[in-house]
């Protein structure tokens, strides 16, 4: 898809990912809607990508009238949505078999449910187009599973068997859709988990993150050429063949990280 004068739909944009992708489709022509809990972060993120024009719309996305109002004003502004970036998320540090459930329900509103909401107002208008494009913001833990955060990857594997589910659905449609499976990228996903913290060696293999503009720029290509999946930086490809092909021994490398 080409993104000169697309209107990008990105949630999550006060920060991080989401920020950097606001930046990157601004520098490529795009008109962005942005949203976010932080109303002072996405004024920030708007003037960091040099988009004054840019529509902001502050508020929960787990919340079905912010969502409503989020699409509402994008369409009265720009009249269509031809990309939608699912990219709000959160972390959970605590083991799955003693994680409150209150927690685990909080964690898939916001990775799951919320973008399958959000990609529910958003089809409509698309199909009447016929064109558009779904990005869901994964994670490499979405393809395997890390045990300090279980439920995290859960959650990541449900989006992108959305993802996968929905390109079948709407492909008569001629909607495309993408899942992005980042691995390390220096934001401050860490800090704003919903609780626990990940254990030493994680942190420590931080060094050899990516920044969030470089995640954000292979966003933009891979939504350029039309990418199924995309995983930043692709050396995390690696894992995800050991996974497959040395299932036990990654299991056990993996299980030895746990912090209990």
Not at 5 to 23: D, F, M, R, Y
Request: aromatic share 6%; net charge positive.
């Amino acid at each position: 898809m080409q993104i000169p004068n697309k209107v990008v739909l990105i949630t999550g944009a006060s920060e991080g990912i989401g920020a950097a992708c606001a930046a990157e489709f601004a520098r490529c022509g795009a008109r962005l809607s942005l949203t976010a809990r932080s109303e002072d972060g996405l004024r920030q993120a708007a003037a960091a990508a040099e988009a004054p024009d840019a529509l902001i719309t502050p508020g929960d996305i787990t919340d079905d009238a912010h969502r409503r109002l989020t699409v509402g004003r994008t369409l009265e502004r720009f009249g269509a949505i031809d990309i939608l970036v699912n990219n709000a998320g959160m972390g959970l540090y605590v083991p799955s078999w003693r994680v409150p459930m209150e927690d685990a329900r909080r964690l898939m509103e916001l990775n799951f449910f919320a973008p399958l909401a959000l990609t529910q107002l958003v089809v409509p208008h698309m199909r009447q187009r016929r064109s558009g494009m779904i990005v869901n913001v994964g994670s490499i833990a979405g393809k395997v599973t890390l045990p300090w955060m279980t439920l995290y990857s859960v959650s990541k594997y449900a989006l992108s068997s959305l993802t996968e589910g929905l390109r079948m659905e709407l492909r008569r449609d001629h909607i495309r859709t993408m899942i992005v499976c980042p691995g390390y990228v220096q934001t401050a996903f860490q800090q704003h988990a919903a609780a626990g913290r990940p254990p030493e060696g994680v942190v420590q293999g931080r060094r050899f993150a990516i920044l969030a503009p470089q995640c954000a720029a292979s966003i933009r290509r891979g939504v350029e050429r039309d990418a199924r999946t995309v995983v930043a930086p692709p050396a995390s490809w690696l894992l995800v063949l050991a996974a497959r092909l040395f299932p036990s021994m990654v299991e056990a490398r993996l299980a030895e990280m746990i912090q209990t």
